[in-house]
């Protein structure tokens, strides 16, 4: 059974553009939101993170929109730049135990 | 103020062999968990520590995979008799106490010949 559901699989985008990766949960226990970035040969690094008390919430170019009715959440990525580059994962989590991770998306920021 | 470090970076081993990776969480970080990723996946949590003690390890497998984190010194990931099927990218992440933020390292990548 498939806890996170991420779409799309892939992405391009060209610089200057909007990027919008979406997730899908099904675990109502969850309590923590964040979007991790994975570059080639690298660990993920924690981008930005959501509760679910807000609806969204906005670091520099890079945006969280939450919708718990419909147990969905969404990464937006503004003014998209080719260093953007690189496999997105959302992983959700409940009660600072273990991270669930989607099966990522890669993007391509062309220039 | 170091990351989470993880060696040894690239490990080789010939099936049957044993595979002990290793993860020293950052400095006033008390919980490690240590994930797998496979080619083009996601990261799939294994176990879950804290000083002395495993509070989750509902991700490992019941044969051959053991992980400890001592009072003192690293947290380690072992393999014994290693198959091909082990090859992957093996990363640990820590947090502070109470905290859901999760900090990963570079990850030691298992290549099983």
């Known amino acids: 059974q498939q806890q996170v559901k991420q779409s799309p699989q892939s992405l391009i985008v060209q610089k200057g553009g909007i990027s919008i990766i979406n997730c899908a949960y099904e675990n109502t226990a969850f309590d923590y939101f964040p979007w991790y970035q994975q570059f080639p040969g690298k660990g993920p690094a924690l981008l930005i993170a959501i509760r679910p008390d807000v609806s969204e919430k906005k670091e520099g170019r890079f945006t969280i929109s939450f919708n718990k009715s419909a147990k969905q959440f969404s990464l937006h990525i503004m003014d998209s730049q080719p260093g953007d580059s690189a496999t997105y994962f959302c992983?959700?989590?409940?009660?600072?135990?273990?991270?669930?991770f989607g099966k990522g998306t890669k993007l391509t920021v062309n220039p | 103020n170091a990351g989470v470090m993880q060696n040894p970076r690239h490990l080789v081993r010939r099936r049957g062999q044993e595979a002990r990776l290793r993860c020293s969480p950052m400095?006033?970080?008390?919980?490690v968990y240590w994930y797998r990723q496979l080619p083009e996946e996601g990261l799939k949590f294994m176990v879950y520590?804290?000083?002395?003690?495993?509070?989750?390890e509902s991700g490992m497998p019941k044969e051959r995979f053991s992980a400890e984190f001592p009072k003192e010194g690293p947290s380690i990931l072992r393999i014994q008799q290693v198959v091909r099927g082990d090859s992957a990218a093996y990363f640990c992440a820590s947090s502070p106490r109470g905290s859901n933020e999760q900090y990963f390292g570079p990850g030691t990548r298992l290549t099983v010949t």
């Open positions: 520590l804290q000083k002395e003690n495993i509070i989750d």
């Open positions: 992983a959700p989590q409940g009660g600072s135990e273990k991270l669930v």
């Open positions: 400095k006033g970080h008390s919980h």
